[in-house]
């Protein structure tokens, strides 16, 4: 009895080893955070379809405590916080993001931008809102500035709890075009123009000590490869083969204006990053999401057949 008690205790003793070692492979948490120097986190790697395991598309980039978003797709601000209660990534406390790049219009990058201009505010923000993107970004601040007129005067009025930092809810538009669209101590943002559906941009970040490009939405282009050129960091959206080939009315569309794993493997022998993250993937951790959607393990399995240098799969939380 003592031998069979022993020998459960020793198998559950082993099962709970192997959850703590498997748990943050299946839901992509590492572990280790990069304690200093240029993070990369990823807030959202989600597309438009609905995930509760990803969020809408949004990335940070943390520098010296300072972070610089790229896109708000929804979601933006808990997943902020999220990182912050997470894996104590202090800097992405929401009353600091301030600084945001926009790689296109698209709504599944941009409906958290109300709630990226209004929740911060209202714990505590107290300077304007500072974001680039390309032309129609100024119009989209301005209308949805309008369209929160009365939280905006309730706020602010004699009796507001907002009313002792009437800006921090202002946002600064800019529209910019390809090259260096932003400088400051912590790092140069240049901006490069992609392949979308509309007016679009990627982004690549020179920081003191790492290169960092970030695609957005984008059929494969030159442009990108240009941009990277042995970059430190290359996050390129893809689908895999697996799940087009089960979505025939969105294949011309794909063909068109995103990229595929064969197209991204041969990319990325060009273009050389030191690792290359995945986001905007047709995937789902959990089958039950979407029959259409691969798993992570075969978006994997897809790119690695195709190409041979570093690259994972990038998960909501991830810190690179
Ligand atoms: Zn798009
Ligand atoms: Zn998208």
Redesign the pocket.
């Known amino acids: 009895m003592r031998y069979r008690n022993t020998l459960s205790m020793a198998f559950k003793a082993a099962i709970v080893v192997l959850a703590i070692f498997i748990t943050p492979c299946v839901f992509g948490q590492q572990p280790p955070v990069k304690p200093s120097g240029t993070q990369v986190v990823l807030l959202g790697t989600g597309?438009?379809g609905i995930d509760p395991d990803r969020s809408g598309?949004a990335t940070a980039i943390v520098v010296n405590g300072t972070p610089y978003l790229v896109d708000f797709g929804p979601g933006v601000v808990r997943r902020a916080k999220a990182a912050v209660v997470d894996r104590g990534i202090k800097a992405l406390e929401p009353t600091n993001l301030r600084v945001v790049f926009v790689t296109h219009l698209?709504s599944?990058?941009t409906v958290g931008y109300p709630d990226l201009i209004f929740t911060p505010w209202t714990v505590g923000r107290r300077v304007p809102l500072e974001v680039y993107g390309p032309k129609g970004l100024k119009a989209m601040t301005e209308h949805l500035l309008e369209a929160y007129q009365v939280d905006i005067e309730t706020r602010t009025n004699e009796h507001g709890n907002q009313r002792g930092f009437p800006d921090g809810h202002k946002v600064n538009a800019h529209e910019i075009s390809a090259g260096v669209v932003y400088k400051d101590a912590n790092l140069t943002v240049t901006a490069f123009p992609t392949k979308h559906a509309m007016e679009s941009y990627g982004y690549r970040f020179d920081t003191p000590d790492r290169s960092v490009v970030i695609t957005?939405?984008t059929n494969p282009t030159q442009t990108t490869i240009d941009a990277c050129r042995g970059c430190d960091v290359l996050i390129h959206?893809v689908n895999t083969l697996a799940s087009l080939a089960k979505r025939p009315e969105f294949q011309p569309f794909a063909a068109k204006y995103h990229t595929n794993t064969a197209q991204l493997a041969e990319l990325a022998g060009h273009a050389k990053p030191r690792l290359l993250i995945l986001y905007?993937h047709s995937i789902a951790l959990r089958p039950a999401v979407s029959p259409l959607l691969s798993s992570p393990e075969e978006l994997l399995n897809e790119m690695t057949a195709r190409y041979s240098g570093h690259v994972v799969v990038g998960h909501d939380l991830d810190v690179y």
């Open positions: 597309t438009p598309p698209h599944d990058h957005g939405d959206e905007h």
